[in-house]
């Protein structure tokens, strides 16, 4: 990993909160993620189980968390399983972790090599009466591949049908909604890498650069400062490509007159950020491009203000969409008419500001909450409304990232990072 090492203590309060959670005398189950291939002997990158790493820190492929609070062995309440490392391993793919360096990672003092865990669950399973098994359950999730997590619970129930079996993913979505002080920082470390990435494009910005050069100055930025890496699929979008929401070619150049549209974010430490910035390709913008800009730049502002304790994402979505149409009436683009005459299933607003504004961030961009559930301090959540215009090849989206606090506004994570004109034709013209 590239990433500083996260001090253990705050895996070790993880797996307290969530044990604090299961039934009595109940096991839980996490497997990381697999490796998967792409042809011949390739690879796509691993990537670990958010759920796993949240509970453990363990950043590596072939490793088992398991959580048996009642267990009457007091040294199995906690158990990892990892791959065995040796020499060979070590020269080949690099050492992973020993025993000794698990419990300096997790806090876990029971670690068990992956080739035992059969034995040692079978003696675990005549112990415990519910075993929770770890599903995917967010609410944009879709799922063609079968999972690690998956396939272990098809064995699992075979081997050991008689026993009752929960579902983690109550539990863990409540816990990680809401972020740990730690979690902040890593979150906070994500948004500073991202802000270096941007004021590196903003000296870099030119006509007839490719979006892909743009994405490349970014990627160059996040990976020299310990960040693996993009936190999800770059959107580098000018002109027209601004108005296509997942835009993600990145192949065209960036013409003179040109606004680009760059919704981009810095991972650190498996811990996102997400931010959305649009730029004048030749330096400043037009007249039109600042009315729109600036009329997305108020409704974001004004939206933040209501991420507050007790706030419900529905209703606060509709309060949202209030902003926007006064913003769309001021700019012209829709009428007192169309407001009338609109179906509230999908108001006059939507035919320039057609997604959702907000949504859970931390160890995933599209974080675990449950949407329908008020809004509580400690919650991260993005603010990205935006006006997409393909008749006059300009689409713009702000998109900042907010910590709910007590009481009284969010912070703001990215308040760094230049969004008023003002500040990004200044910079642009060093």
Not at 112 to 128: G, H, I, N, P
Not at 282 to 295: C, L
Request: proline share 4%; net charge negative.
């Amino acid at each position: 990993m590239k990433y500083l090492p996260i001090d253990k203590d705050l895996f070790v309060k993880n797996r307290a909160k969530f044990s604090n959670e299961m039934a009595a005398n109940s096991m839980a189950i996490f497997n990381s993620n697999d490796i998967y291939p792409i042809s011949a002997d390739s690879t796509l990158p691993f990537a670990q189980h958010r759920d796993i790493f949240y509970l453990s820190g363990v950043d590596q492929e072939e490793s088992v968390l398991v959580l048996f609070p009642d267990c009457p062995k007091k040294e199995n309440r906690e158990i990892l399983f990892l791959k065995e490392t040796n020499a060979h391993i070590a020269v080949w793919e690099g050492e992973k972790l020993t025993k000794e360096k698990a419990l300096e990672t997790s806090g876990i003092a029971t670690v068990y090599w992956l080739q035992d865990m059969e034995k040692v669950l079978f003696e675990l399973m005549t112990q415990a009466d519910i075993v929770y098994v770890n599903t995917n359950e967010h609410y944009r999730a879709s799922i063609e591949t079968e999972t690690r997590d998956a396939r272990f619970i098809k064995w699992l129930q075979k081997k050991y049908p008689a026993h009752t079996y929960k579902r983690c993913q109550p539990i863990i979505q409540r816990l990680r909604s809401v972020k740990e002080p730690q979690e902040i920082e890593m979150i906070q470390k994500a948004c500073d890498i991202t802000e270096k990435g941007f004021k590196r494009v903003l000296g870099f910005m030119k006509p007839d650069v490719m979006e892909f050069e743009v994405e490349a100055e970014f990627i160059h930025e996040f990976m020299r400062n310990r960040s693996a890496g993009f936190a999800y699929s770059p959107i580098i979008g000018s002109g027209y490509n601004a108005c296509v929401l997942h835009y993600v070619e990145n192949n065209q150049a960036c013409k003179a007159g040109d606004v680009v549209l760059m919704d981009v974010g810095a991972e650190y430490g498996n811990y996102a950020s997400d931010m959305t910035r649009c730029v004048p390709v030749s330096g400043t913008f037009s007249e039109r491009q600042k009315q729109v800009y600036n009329a997305v730049l108020r409704v974001k502002n004004e939206a933040a203000k209501m991420l507050v304790p007790g706030t419900i994402w529905a209703d606060y979505h509709i309060e949202v969409g209030k902003l926007m149409t006064k913003e769309l009436l001021g700019l012209g683009l829709i009428s007192k008419e169309d407001v009338a005459n609109e179906d509230p299933s999908w108001p006059a607003y939507k035919k320039y500001f057609m997604h959702g504004t907000s949504h859970h961030m931390g160890l995933d961009t599209h974080d675990y909450g449950i949407l329908t559930e008020p809004m509580v301090a400690g919650m991260v959540f993005t603010v990205e409304p935006g006006i997409y215009i393909p008749d006059e090849n300009l689409g713009i989206r702000l998109e900042d990232d907010y910590v709910i606090q007590e009481t009284g506004e969010p912070i703001n994570l990215m308040k760094n990072i230049p969004i008023e004109i003002e500040d990004i034709e200044k910079w642009m013209a060093q």
